[in-house]
């Protein structure tokens, strides 16, 4: 019997995705930098405006505490972000794009909008938000 799970077809998605976007950018070229790690330089360019700290990151993504303070220490190292000590909470860190972040940043960009082509290519733009639409609804339930 055929697996019609919405699991699986969001495991299938994800999975075709990952491919899209690898096929997209070169590690090498890009700092060794990982998918997730260019979408958080890509997270915190959106959300410049505001002071964004590690919880941030890890709601955002949904990932735990173990797996943030990694990349973000691996990114620091980079020179892509710096941390520094909040003046409202001395135990948080306010994490801030470098030159070097901003540069992958604007390539992280291409990675987006190629994914976004591939995957819409399919798909009406009434579709494409109507799949939006239900996306959201279902990570906030989620969430």
Same mark, same amino acid.
């Given at each position: ?71 973000? %220490?691996?990114?620091? &190292? $980079?020179? *892509? ?6 003046? #409202?909470?001395?135990?948080? @860190?306010? =994490? ?15 990675? %987006?909008?190629?994914? &976004? $082509?591939? *995957? ?6 009434? #579709?494409?938000?109507?799949? @939006?639409? =239900? ?9």
């Amino acid at each position: 019997m055929e697996n019609t799970d919405l699991s699986f077809y969001i495991h299938k998605l994800s999975n075709h995705t990952d491919r899209i976007s690898h096929a997209i950018y070169n590690r090498k070229e890009l700092n060794e930098c990982s998918l997730t790690s260019l979408f958080v330089l890509d997270f915190l360019y959106a959300h410049r405006d505001q002071r964004l700290c590690q919880r941030d990151i890890e709601d955002e993504f949904f990932i735990n505490r173990a797996t943030a303070s990694k990349m973000l %220490r691996l990114m620091e &190292e $980079k020179q *892509l972000i710096r941390r520094t000590v909040s003046d #409202e909470d001395k135990r948080s @860190k306010t =994490i801030e794009l470098l030159e070097k972040g901003l540069e992958l940043q604007r390539k992280c960009g291409a990675i %987006r909008q190629g994914t &976004e $082509k591939a *995957l819409g290519e399919a798909l009406t733009p009434r #579709e494409i938000e109507q799949f @939006k639409a =239900i996306c959201r609804k279902m990570l906030a339930h989620l969430e």
